[in-house]
């Protein structure tokens, strides 16, 4: 049974119940044996089958909504589910149900000479809060990562994907009662009214632990600005490759193609390429040829630009932009210490690259770059859950607290410590 | 050198540029030796020795002033340093240069079927922001538990401690030269302009990444009220002993008078005992006994005032109230369901504990009990860094976020990722 805003005489008295509901929850899940929760979760990917075709009939509605609003193609296919598309979120609550329980471990094991024994254990957050846009799936993957680490979550989905949401609700709640789990474990809220996600960001008395958001930059700085309970997101995605002295060239147009150009969208998509003075006059025209051919547009520094007529100027402003579109930004370089530099004073600290071949300069890269995300030799398009081994996230973190880069089911765990002694007491 | 406000034309732009040389020097500590910090930490702890003369006649103005400013005698004695605490301060900070450096070990470290080497490795948080009160020794603790962990940290202290302050910051800075470690990685803010402490708690433009408040409620209220960057804390500390009803009733008296009387100011006291019903006709009697004499006032319910004439009533208000006095609520439950319900309706997740010979049902207190230390058959006054071997403690924290519990060198870490490919690029 779901709580419903008309069953209240105000909203406040609704959002506290919605939070009081997931607390409760979550109290239950945190002890749940980790066959209940893999269980709930297999039934929730064979309903999810089950009810293809009227997930798909519930999605048409929102389609038609967003076409007759018109919004744009691109924010309809996110808005799109296929069969395919479907079977795609069916089996990500498949790999999730798999993952090995992120709760209850032993992380830590020690005895003081007093005789008192310590386990500092994993244990659930307590209540995600997630609010979102667009992606219906992402109903599906917060429920499933949340359910796998054993926290209740409150999702707040777009009002464009309602009828998409609501449908795949019901595959969780039926997959929930099938493992003997409270249906409050996931709640979704049955009001698109604003003033409930101002409550949300308030912590509903308590009852929130954290908060993360999914979407766009609008909806990511206004949770970052307004909440009152800890956040877990990435405002910016302004990510670097720095092509080193050492780099074998080849291999440097290669990455820096794909870490630009598979996807510009992406949060890890490099927006600016450092490049060596050593190397910039044999690599740059290299490099614009391949990204023109590409139909990437570049953007360089008087220094680049000197190097090939075909790079227009870049500003101040590009350098500190995450253009998520096919311009590339290019600066060259006076050696490691100027990399740094420029990285800690544009990067948001999301996700750099180093292209090298010395060992050593790759190593002060790796631990001198403070992002979340630091590769050698490699596309920062790796910057994914998935490409991580974490079967899926709930986000990415560019913050420094508590989680950072890819947010799977084992980083919405907290730990706390259980002490046994004999009737110890403190002298 | 340390920046002086009178340098400054606002106060806005002092704390701006503490800010920028707080996070200057948290990059270099970010990959200094841990040689090079244990060689500083040293250095601190022998010239606080030796200047232990210049430190009192500092300490002594600092009481002078309290003095005259009619300070309670509590007050006065947290702010009062003797030889024997001076030379306990130095003591605790070569304790921490002797710690393991919790920062630079590779905690995760797998391979992906691409060939892309992930390692998962711990890093300083970066810019720590503590705001304390009288205690001086806080300025040695909390600079040195920083140093270890390769964090910067901006001290307020309290004004009535601004001597000694200054007296310890002298030797941290010696210190931190004797080590080559920047001297802005320990800065004490020249000015006690409360509006300072406003803009550290809006982080400096980003330049702070936590807030650790320690002091009196008033001070951690303020601070969790108004911080826009996370805080390491705990309001409360109300925590309870469950005696259950297979406990060792000799064991559950000896406990709870060591939980509750052994120091009653602390926020690792018990404040409420509840009594399974099963045994509380034997043991409240015994407990009455052994509380009273100890000077400790009983105020419980309305079922343990009928078993014993000398217990007050309890109301609602004590149950939630942290007495930090010699005084002990008291209640009777009718088993663990409801012992774990009156534990979250009324805890604030500190430390709870359990007095049982049951192991199953003191399995089940340490899993149902949502609070960062929870212990059996001990006293909850060993909730403290020192006790659980972390050297020292920075502050005790009850949210869930990051760390709980007892916060050491080795949780003001956080960690990124090292990721390397030979030139992979995502298909």
């Given at each position: 049974m779901s709580l419903h805003p008309a069953s209240f005489s105000t909203l406040e008295d609704y959002m506290s119940e919605v939070g009081q509901a997931a607390r409760a929850a979550a109290r239950v899940l945190a002890t749940v044996s980790p066959q209940q929760k893999r269980t709930a979760l297999l039934a929730v990917a064979s309903v999810i089958r089950a009810s293809a075709e009227s997930i798909e009939a519930a999605n048409a509605k929102d389609v038609e909504g967003a076409t007759e609003r018109g919004l744009s193609a691109a924010m309809i296919d996110r808005l799109l589910l296929t069969p395919d598309r479907i079977e795609g979120v069916a089996r990500s609550v498949e790999a999730i149900a798999d993952q090995a329980d992120p709760v209850g471990g032993v992380i830590e094991e020690w005895e003081q000479p007093n005789g008192l024994r310590f386990r500092k254990v994993s244990v659930p957050i307590g209540v995600i809060g997630m609010i979102y846009e667009s992606r219906p799936n992402v109903t599906v993957d917060a429920a499933a990562l949340c359910i796998r680490s054993g926290n209740a979550v409150i999702l707040r989905g777009g009002s464009e994907a309602v009828h998409s949401n609501r449908a795949f609700m019901a595959a969780i709640h039926d997959g929930l009662r099938a493992g003997d789990l409270p249906e409050a474990a996931v709640q979704l809220l049955g009001t698109q009214d604003r003033d409930a996600v101002g409550m949300m960001l308030r912590g509903l008395e308590g009852s929130v632990d954290m908060i993360i958001p999914r979407g766009g930059k609008g909806l990511v700085a206004r949770v970052q600005q307004d909440a009152r309970v800890p956040v877990l997101a990435h405002l910016d995605g302004l990510n670097h490759t720095y092509v080193h002295a050492s780099a074998d060239l080849d291999m440097a147009v290669d990455v820096v193609a794909n870490a630009k150009m598979r996807r510009?969208?992406?949060?890890?998509?490099?927006?600016?390429?450092?490049?060596?003075?050593?190397?910039?006059?044999?690599?740059?025209?290299?490099?614009?040829?391949?990204?023109?051919?590409?139909?990437?547009?570049?953007?360089?520094?008087?220094?680049?630009?000197?190097?090939?007529?075909?790079?227009?100027?870049?500003?101040?402003?590009?350098?500190?932009?995450?253009?998520?579109?096919?311009?590339?930004?290019?600066?060259?370089?006076?050696?490691?210490?100027?990399?740094?530099?420029?990285?800690?004073?544009?990067?948001?600290?999301?996700?750099?690259?180093?292209?090298?071949?010395?060992?050593?300069?790759?190593?002060?890269?790796?631990?001198?770059?403070?992002?979340?995300?630091?590769?050698?030799?490699?596309?920062?398009?790796?910057?994914?859950?998935?490409?991580?081994?974490?079967?899926?996230?709930?986000?990415?973190?560019?913050?420094?607290?508590?989680?950072?880069?890819?947010?799977?089911?084992?980083?919405?765990?907290?730990?706390?410590?259980?002490?046994?002694?004999?009737?110890?007491?403190?002298?």
């Amino acid at each position: 049974m779901s709580l419903h805003p008309a069953s209240f005489s105000t909203l406040e008295d609704y959002m506290s119940e919605v939070g009081q509901a997931a607390r409760a929850a979550a109290r239950v899940l945190a002890t749940v044996s980790p066959q209940q929760k893999r269980t709930a979760l297999l039934a929730v990917a064979s309903v999810i089958r089950a009810s293809a075709e009227s997930i798909e009939a519930a999605n048409a509605k929102d389609v038609e909504g967003a076409t007759e609003r018109g919004l744009s193609a691109a924010m309809i296919d996110r808005l799109l589910l296929t069969p395919d598309r479907i079977e795609g979120v069916a089996r990500s609550v498949e790999a999730i149900a798999d993952q090995a329980d992120p709760v209850g471990g032993v992380i830590e094991e020690w005895e003081q000479p007093n005789g008192l024994r310590f386990r500092k254990v994993s244990v659930p957050i307590g209540v995600i809060g997630m609010i979102y846009e667009s992606r219906p799936n992402v109903t599906v993957d917060a429920a499933a990562l949340c359910i796998r680490s054993g926290n209740a979550v409150i999702l707040r989905g777009g009002s464009e994907a309602v009828h998409s949401n609501r449908a795949f609700m019901a595959a969780i709640h039926d997959g929930l009662r099938a493992g003997d789990l409270p249906e409050a474990a996931v709640q979704l809220l049955g009001t698109q009214d604003r003033d409930a996600v101002g409550m949300m960001l308030r912590g509903l008395e308590g009852s929130v632990d954290m908060i993360i958001p999914r979407g766009g930059k609008g909806l990511v700085a206004r949770v970052q600005q307004d909440a009152r309970v800890p956040v877990l997101a990435h405002l910016d995605g302004l990510n670097h490759t720095y092509v080193h002295a050492s780099a074998d060239l080849d291999m440097a147009v290669d990455v820096v193609a794909n870490a630009k150009m598979r996807r510009t969208g992406v949060c890890g998509a490099t927006e600016t390429v450092l490049v060596d003075k050593v190397v910039a006059a044999k690599f740059i025209p290299q490099l614009v040829e391949r990204l023109g051919a590409l139909g990437c547009e570049l953007r360089g520094d008087v220094a680049s630009r000197a190097l090939d007529a075909r790079i227009n100027r870049a500003t101040e402003t590009d350098f500190a932009t995450e253009h998520s579109a096919p311009i590339l930004n290019l600066a060259i370089v006076s050696g490691m210490n100027d990399a740094l530099a420029h990285i800690a004073r544009y990067g948001s600290g999301h996700t750099d690259a180093i292209i090298a071949t010395d060992e050593a300069a790759a190593a002060r890269f790796l631990a001198g770059v403070d992002s979340a995300i630091v590769l050698h030799n490699a596309s920062t398009q790796f910057a994914d859950g998935g490409e991580f081994g974490f079967g899926a996230e709930i986000g990415i973190a560019t913050g420094r607290l508590h989680a950072r880069g890819p947010v799977g089911a084992q980083h919405l765990t907290t730990f706390k410590y259980n002490v046994t002694g004999d009737g110890t007491v403190r002298p």
